[in-house]
């Protein structure tokens, strides 16, 4: 699965797209940032509409920085999605 490493305000986060597949799967990709080790790992969970491809590894790669820092702005902590395996 390809990875990107973006670095906001000093701190890199570490960017792949989920595995999960939702019904949405050809209209909306999750991805999940991290960021640390351990019991002071952080895990966010946004999802995004890809514009041009269609596939899930290729609309990731044609994701700027840009784009990348503000999906990361727009995120929600993983403890609040199933893509970061939340269970009730």
Wanted: charged share 25%; aromatic share 8%; hydrophobic share 30%.
């Amino acid at each position: 699965m390809p990875n990107r490493t973006i670095t906001v305000e000093g701190t890199a986060w570490h960017v792949v797209p989920s595995g999960r597949v939702t019904q949405y799967d050809l209209d909306e990709f999750a991805l999940i940032f991290t960021h640390g080790e351990g019991e002071g790992r952080q895990t966010r969970v946004t999802r995004y509409s890809p514009v041009g491809a269609r596939s899930r590894e290729q609309s990731f790669a044609e994701l700027t920085d840009t784009q990348l820092h503000e999906l990361l702005r727009q995120s929600q902590p993983g403890l609040t999605s199933p893509e970061a395996r939340y269970t009730r």
